[in-house]
């Protein structure tokens, strides 16, 4: 399993794209996809390198991004 | 969130929605700096967990559907009135935190006289002021703070300052009053900058919950609709343009 979940609420995005730009490790693209606004949307096109670090969700200005991260394993287990 | 997905077991939140925003969709253009700005706020909010206490003052502009995206009391404004509006609000009621949210052509430009005086008498309020060097809402006419030679719909030949003056750097002139308590210029072009950004907010409502005073966080966006720009291009249109008139730091920093 990945390091890191992104999550994109579709019917928030504008397609703006800079998540994309802001992504250090190409997690995300705008895809041809359209939402019911006729935006096209990002989607996280290859979420197995998503680390989980947020910096989509911090730029992204329509607070549509949620980032979810593996819970380190605890000690013993 | 409105995007009912399950999470896999073993993942953690890292970032989630602000709790001080509503299900509201922003009804920003895409790649509005407003957007990210409005987030700042929100979770400012809910870091310093002062919601239910919060009562914020929505300009004229694009961000007029503020009190839409907010989960807390909100007052709408005449144009450019917010701080005239804060103040009374924050003197009747002082246990209250009191913020406005303005953009330059409401700040700047009609609203220069109650910012100047709300400063100088060192009102305890939160002024956020989005500096995007246009109207924006009304169709991306040139306002007080629009570069020399930027071209808008009202100077198609560009900003002459012959004609129309220079910029109005609102930060530097309010700090060298002696009411405000912080005065700052920020911006959000990039991750970093977003973070500093968010950090000078969250100060300037520490300083209000503090009793400090007058607090100002200016923060210079794009607009990439008026700058006929795609989103990534317009944040480098702020670093390459917006910046050398407008630099960035703190202005006034009262202990």
């Known amino acids: 399993m990945p390091k890191g979940l992104v999550i994109i609420d579709k019917e928030r995005c504008k397609g703006c794209g800079l998540c994309v730009a802001a992504c250090p490790f190409g997690v995300l693209a705008v895809t041809s996809e359209l939402n019911r606004y006729g935006y096209n949307v990002a989607k996280a096109t290859a979420p197995e390198k ?10 992204c200005p329509d607070a549509a991004i949620e980032v979810y991260r593996m819970a380190p394993a605890k000690e013993g287990v | 969130m409105s995007v009912n997905v399950q999470i896999p077991a073993g993942y953690v939140p890292v970032y989630t929605r602000p709790r001080s925003l509503s299900e509201a969709r922003f009804t920003y253009c895409p790649g509005c700096h407003h957007g990210i700005i409005t987030r700042l706020v929100a979770e400012a909010i809910d870091e310093l967990g002062i919601q239910e206490r919060t009562v914020g003052v929505a300009p004229v502009g694009c961000a007029v559907f503020l009190y839409e995206f907010f989960r807390c009391d909100f007052a709408q404004a005449a144009h ?10 924050k003197r009747a009621n002082p246990e209250l935190i009191v913020f406005t949210y303005q953009g330059d052509g409401d700040l700047a430009a009609i609203g220069t006289a109650e910012t100047v005086h709300a ?7 939160t002024v956020i002021f989005v500096n995007n060097q246009v109207y924006g809402m009304t169709g991306g006419e040139m306002a007080p703070t629009t570069l020399p030679g930027m071209r808008t719909v009202t100077t198609p030949e560009g900003r002459d300052v012959r004609a129309t003056g220079y910029p109005l750097r609102m930060s530097e002139m309010l700090a060298q009053l002696d009411g405000p308590a912080y005065i700052t210029r920020q911006a959000v072009f990039d991750v970093r900058h977003v973070q500093m950004a968010q950090k000078a907010i969250i100060k300037a409502f ?13 923060i210079v966006a794009a607009c990439p609709t008026n700058l006929h720009l795609p989103p990534a291009e317009a944040n480098r249109w702020v670093v390459e343009q917006a910046l050398k008139y407008f630099p960035l730091g703190d202005l006034k920093v009262r202990d």
């Open chain 2, 80 to 89: 450019g009135r917010a701080c005239a509006v804060a103040t009374g609000i």
């Open chain 2, 206 to 218: 520490q300083n209000q919950l503090e009793g400090k005073g007058f607090s100002l966080v200016e």
């Open chain 1, 50 to 59: 998503c680390t989980g670090c947020a910096m989509c969700a911090q730029m």
């Open chain 2, 119 to 125: 400063a100088n008498r060192g009102e305890n309020i």
